[in-house]
């Protein structure tokens, strides 16, 4: 492979997100780089000219470019996986927009410190001059910390910048959130990621002055492994130079052996509490019931592999069974509990080969989901209609009490007639005209439809 070297010394580096780098970034204005500082920290971007990623945004034209190029920003909320350039941006507007800028963390800070922040913003205000206030993790603050923002938002005193990787309709309170504006960032291309890559390399605060070779498809191996997150892209880059083949005259060659050992695993973004979680499984659940045994098994394996318990996933499958495929194949469930027991028994990593097979099975299964609709609407009339007693005729007479008060009068023993059926009625009185199985046509549950039809039309007979 064509080995490249990267010396030129170019200005400027990407959009990602990088907290408590403030020494950094006086050292840059000094012309003094701290190297002892993570890479991506000493490459934080200062403008939007050096921001990658998020067209969709910060594209000529795009509506968040035009609201901090015209200053005319509110408060607002980033919601996007790590390592997009979230806290980047919120420095970036704050610094374009003449504001003073607070770091705030949702982690490590209570009501006391945003009281105490929220006062140095008012104070400032007066004198004139406006606070950006971004909060990191802001879904990590409770209900009663993301209200004690909210009159100072409203008075003007902050504009509020918060970060999410969380789904901000769930996380964060809708009072907040009506004076929000959201907008999504997204994880960074393997386009963008080559592109910071590339910086890092020439850039005199990253290894611009030292002589690092790599190949292209290297640069690239790093962009896919990172999966969208700069932060990642950069470690992983810094941690292969670092541990690069050095020549006699000091330059180093990336191998790759070397490069190898620094990719041997991804990193998938998966919250087994959050998000990405519902949506991950719902994916799953989705690809089954469209009968795509592909993708299935693809959302299956992420869930695996992001190391979510793989008895979660068999439970989902035994629901599912009886949900989607019910009486059209009811081999289906068996084959879901001993799917599930298997996973029990083995664990991971042996159990995927198991919980494949049940997927696959799945996804091809003739569908029905009458069983599932039969339990909503009876759910419905048990919540919306009376509590009927149960009728005499199918009560159990226990007692000679309860034999003289009617309990069991009228009860026909379907054992003795010779369609093995009789006519008399279980439901209570006022939903005899019910039906809520209703069976279709698909797989093995043709034959119950026809079982249920000749037994409906053997019952609509006269005695």
Same mark, same amino acid.
């Given at each position: 492979?064509?080995?490249?070297?990267?010396?030129?010394?170019?200005?400027?580096?990407?959009?990602?997100?990088?907290?408590?780098?403030?020494?950094?970034?006086?050292?840059?204005?000094?012309?003094?780089?701290?190297?002892?500082?993570?890479?991506?920290?000493?490459?934080?971007?200062?403008?939007?000219?050096?921001?990658?990623?998020?067209?969709?945004?910060?594209?000529?034209?795009?509506?968040?470019?035009?609201?901090?190029?015209?200053?005319?920003?509110?408060?607002?909320?980033?919601?996007?996986?790590?390592?997009?350039?979230?806290?980047?941006?919120?420095?970036?507007?704050?610094?374009?927009?003449?504001?003073?800028?607070?770091?705030?963390?949702? *982690? /490590?800070?209570?009501?006391?410190? @945003? %009281?105490?922040?929220?006062?140095? =913003?008012?104070? +400032?205000? $007066?004198?004139?001059?406006?606070?950006?206030?971004?909060?990191?993790?802001?879904?990590?603050?409770?209900?009663?910390?993301?209200?004690?923002?909210?009159?100072?938002?409203?008075?003007?005193?902050?504009?509020?910048?918060?970060?999410?990787?969380?789904?901000?309709?769930?996380?964060?309170?809708?009072?907040?959130?009506?004076?929000?504006?959201?907008?999504?960032?997204?994880?960074?291309?393997?386009?963008?990621?080559?592109?910071?890559?590339?910086?890092?390399?020439?850039?005199?605060?990253?290894?611009?002055?030292?002589? *690092? /070779?790599?190949?292209?498809?290297? @640069? %690239?191996?790093?962009?896919?492994? =990172?999966?969208? +997150?700069? $932060?990642?892209?950069?470690?992983?880059?810094?941690?292969?130079?670092?541990?690069?083949?050095?020549?006699?005259?000091?330059?180093?060659?990336?191998?790759?052996?070397?490069?190898?050992?620094?990719?041997?695993?991804?990193?998938?973004?998966?919250?087994?509490?959050?998000?990405?979680?519902?949506?991950?499984?719902?994916?799953?659940?989705?690809?089954?019931?469209?009968?795509?045994?592909?993708?299935?098994?693809?959302?299956?394996?992420?869930?695996?592999?992001?190391?979510?318990?793989?008895?979660?996933?068999?439970?989902?499958?035994?629901?599912?069974?009886?949900?989607?495929?019910?009486?059209?194949?009811?081999?289906?469930?068996?084959?879901?509990?001993?799917?599930?027991?298997?996973?029990?028994?083995?664990?991971?990593?042996?159990?995927?080969?198991?919980?494949?097979?049940?997927?696959?099975?799945?996804?091809?299964?003739?569908?029905?989901?009458?069983?599932?609709?039969?339990?909503?609407?009876?759910?419905?009339?048990?919540?919306?209609?009376?509590?009927?007693?149960?009728?005499?005729?199918?009560?159990?007479?226990?007692?000679?009490?309860?034999?003289?008060?009617?309990?069991?009068?009228?009860?026909?023993?379907?054992?003795?007639?010779?369609?093995?059926?009789?006519?008399?009625?279980?439901?209570?009185?006022?939903?005899?005209?019910?039906?809520?199985?209703?069976?279709?046509?698909?797989?093995?549950?043709?034959?119950?439809?026809?079982?249920?039809?000749?037994?409906?039309?053997?019952?609509?007979?006269?005695?």
């Amino acid at each position: 492979m064509e080995q490249m070297s990267l010396f030129d010394q170019t200005e400027g580096f990407a959009g990602l997100s990088m907290e408590g780098d403030a020494q950094a970034a006086d050292a840059m204005k000094e012309g003094v780089v701290d190297f002892t500082m993570p890479l991506a920290s000493r490459l934080r971007p200062k403008s939007l000219e050096e921001f990658v990623g998020q067209k969709h945004l910060l594209g000529p034209g795009k509506m968040l470019r035009q609201l901090i190029e015209r200053d005319q920003i509110s408060s607002m909320i980033f919601w996007g996986p790590p390592g997009v350039g979230k806290t980047t941006l919120a420095s970036i507007i704050a610094g374009k927009t003449k504001s003073a800028f607070i770091n705030f963390s949702a *982690v /490590t800070s209570g009501i006391k410190e @945003i %009281k105490d922040v929220m006062q140095q =913003a008012e104070n +400032d205000r $007066r004198r004139g001059r406006r606070t950006v206030l971004f909060v990191d993790e802001i879904h990590r603050f409770n209900r009663a910390q993301q209200d004690a923002f909210l009159p100072y938002v409203e008075k003007g005193s902050i504009i509020l910048i918060g970060a999410t990787t969380e789904n901000p309709s769930f996380e964060v309170n809708g009072a907040l959130l009506s004076r929000c504006k959201v907008f999504v960032l997204k994880e960074l291309t393997e386009e963008d990621l080559c592109e910071l890559l590339h910086r890092a390399l020439t850039a005199p605060e990253g290894f611009g002055r030292q002589q *690092v /070779t790599m190949t292209e498809d290297q @640069i %690239k191996a790093i962009a896919a492994f =990172a999966n969208g +997150d700069a $932060r990642t892209a950069l470690g992983t880059l810094e941690m292969a130079v670092l541990n690069s083949q050095i020549q006699p005259d000091g330059s180093m060659i990336v191998t790759n052996e070397g490069l190898e050992q620094c990719v041997s695993r991804k990193s998938l973004l998966y919250d087994k509490s959050g998000e990405e979680h519902y949506n991950q499984i719902s994916a799953l659940h989705k690809s089954m019931r469209n009968s795509d045994p592909d993708a299935a098994i693809y959302w299956m394996l992420r869930m695996l592999e992001a190391g979510e318990n793989p008895l979660y996933i068999a439970r989902r499958l035994v629901r599912f069974a009886s949900e989607d495929v019910g009486m059209a194949d009811s081999n289906a469930l068996t084959l879901a509990i001993a799917t599930y027991q298997a996973c029990h028994y083995l664990g991971v990593p042996e159990c995927d080969v198991h919980l494949a097979h049940l997927v696959t099975y799945l996804a091809l299964a003739p569908k029905s989901n009458a069983c599932y609709m039969a339990c909503n609407e009876a759910k419905r009339d048990i919540q919306e209609r009376p509590a009927e007693p149960v009728p005499m005729q199918i009560r159990n007479a226990e007692t000679k009490l309860m034999k003289d008060l009617g309990y069991g009068k009228g009860y026909e023993y379907a054992h003795n007639t010779e369609e093995k059926l009789t006519r008399m009625k279980c439901l209570p009185e006022s939903l005899q005209d019910r039906e809520y199985y209703r069976p279709t046509d698909q797989g093995a549950e043709a034959a119950f439809a026809k079982r249920l039809r000749e037994i409906k039309e053997w019952k609509a007979k006269e005695p």
